[in-house]
């Protein structure tokens, strides 16, 4: 990151380039190996989207590639001149000085860095032995050579482009790929994700919108980056960081947490003791459209209603399939947004209890 530089900062307001830390990978994939240690073992991962120089994903999987087992490590990065933000990076020492560096392909082109085990097998490789090319194209995902690196893969893990989350997604799903990737929370109510988080084809991740040590996510960002929103800060070297709440995990790899079932009151308890009042010392209220009762707080759904819910999407941050069914989102049985007394809810998804 050092040797970024920003030669033209003047499409100043749109902002793709965050980048994920070291602790936030190996923390959450921590979290699959802990309920499969062989959640990677003999996989191909790629990580598109990234800037495999500095980028912790392809630091993190290049330095543990023994330790998870793995067959190969893909990263690719996108061209500079292709980026959303109208920046001109320097070629790093490490491009310049390999005999790969082309000078008429820097800006123009993708990087793919690959790390593949030793012709005897053996998985004893680290970050020196990432080996280097220019891709033909720029790098984008969607391009005939991003798809064809995603069908080699088993898993994909990164930081999709906010931008482009919902295409990122499809690209996904098209090629029934397993996936790791960052995302905001917003996108649980987007008409593109909401049916595969109701259909058991991705879930969230171990961290969601959760703060650690007194945190949300934090990224970092590029230097050019003005410091004129209260979540970015400068630690003491200048590196500038932004911290987003509502980020978070998707996965369709299975973790603990989600096997874990929310404790809960009963409806009579939640009447009697609840801390909400608009729950304490009154009847849950029902939908104008909908046989169901809203419950406002996750917190709040009782543990011995057997008909439908309606409950916040947090709930998705929450749910374990073993105590709940997802059943629909947002509509009422005419097809229209759930409503009490004629006013719509929040965003609210349909649960009932297993
Ligand atoms: C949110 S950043 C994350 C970077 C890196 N994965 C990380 O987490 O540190 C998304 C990256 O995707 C790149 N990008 C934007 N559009 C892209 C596309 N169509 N195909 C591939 N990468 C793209 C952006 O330039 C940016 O570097």
């Given amino acids: 990151m050092a040797n970024r530089r920003n030669l033209d900062s003047a499409h100043k307001g749109k902002k793709d380039e965050f980048y994920t830390q070291y602790e936030d990978v190996e923390r959450e994939v921590n979290a699959y190996l802990d309920y499969d240690k062989d959640t990677?073992?003999?996989?191909?991962?790629?990580?598109?989207?990234?800037?495999?120089?500095?980028?912790?994903?392809?630091?993190?999987?290049?330095?543990?590639?023994?330790?998870?087992?793995?067959?190969?490590?893909?990263?690719?990065?996108?061209?500079?001149?292709?980026?959303?933000?109208?920046?001109?990076?320097?070629?790093?020492?490490?491009?310049k000085s390999s005999p790969n560096y082309d000078p008429n392909k820097t800006f123009t082109h993708g990087k793919v860095f690959v790390l593949e085990r030793k012709p005897d097998g053996?998985?004893?490789?680290?970050?020196?032995?990432?080996?280097?090319?220019?891709?033909?194209?720029?790098?984008?995902?969607?391009s005939s050579e991003g798809k064809k690196l995603r069908n080699e893969a088993d898993i994909i893990v990164t930081n999709p482009p906010f931008s482009l989350f919902r295409e990122f997604v499809a690209w996904l799903m098209e090629a029934?790929?397993?996936f790791?990737?960052?995302?905001?929370?917003?996108?649980?109510?987007?008409?593109?994700?909401?049916?595969?988080?109701?259909?058991?084809?991705?879930?969230?991740?171990?961290?969601?919108?959760?703060?650690?040590?007194g945190k949300n996510l934090t990224y970092r960002v590029p230097d050019f980056y003005e410091m004129n929103a209260c979540e970015l800060y400068q630690d003491n070297n200048g590196d500038k960081y932004i911290t987003v709440p509502?980020?978070?995990?998707?996965?369709?790899?299975?973790h603990g947490r989600r096997?874990?079932?929310?404790?809960?009151?009963?409806?009579?308890?939640?009447?009697?003791?609840?801390?909400?009042?608009?729950?304490?010392?009154q009847p849950y209220r029902?939908?104008?459209?909908?046989?169901?009762?809203?419950?406002?707080?996750?917190d709040?759904?009782?543990?011995?209603?057997?008909?439908?819910?309606?409950?916040?999407?947090?709930?998705?941050?929450?749910?374990?399939?073993?105590?709940?069914?997802?059943?629909?989102?947002?509509?009422?049985d005419d097809g229209k947004d759930l409503c009490i007394d004629g006013k719509p809810t929040y965003f609210r998804v349909l649960i009932r209890r297993k």
């Fill in 40 to 95: 990677f073992k003999d996989k191909t991962v790629l990580c598109p989207c990234d800037d495999p120089e500095w980028s912790s994903f392809t630091r993190y999987f290049a330095q543990n590639f023994k330790k998870l087992g793995l067959k190969k490590l893909i990263t690719t990065s996108f061209a500079n001149d292709s980026k959303f933000e109208d920046i001109r990076v320097e070629p790093s020492d490490y491009e």
């Fill in 122 to 142: 053996s998985c004893d490789v680290d970050m020196n032995d990432l080996k280097w090319t220019y891709l033909e194209g720029d790098g984008d995902f969607r």
């Fill in 176 to 178: 029934n790929k397993k």
């Fill in 180 to 213: 790791l990737i960052l995302g905001n929370q917003n996108a649980i109510s987007y008409k593109e994700i909401y049916p595969l988080l109701i259909g058991g084809k991705m879930w969230i991740g171990c961290r969601f919108n959760e703060r650690v040590n």
């Fill in 246 to 254: 509502g980020t978070g995990w998707f996965t369709n790899l299975d």
């Fill in 259 to 281: 096997h874990q079932p929310l404790s809960l009151m009963s409806m009579e308890d939640n009447i009697k003791y609840s801390k909400h009042p608009a729950i304490k010392g």
């Fill in 286 to 298: 029902k939908y104008d459209n909908c046989d169901a009762i809203d419950i406002p707080f996750v």
């Fill in 300 to 332: 709040s759904i009782p543990s011995d209603y057997d008909g439908l819910m309606g409950v916040p999407v947090t709930f998705f941050g929450k749910y374990c399939p073993e105590q709940f069914e997802l059943v629909r989102f947002r509509k009422g």
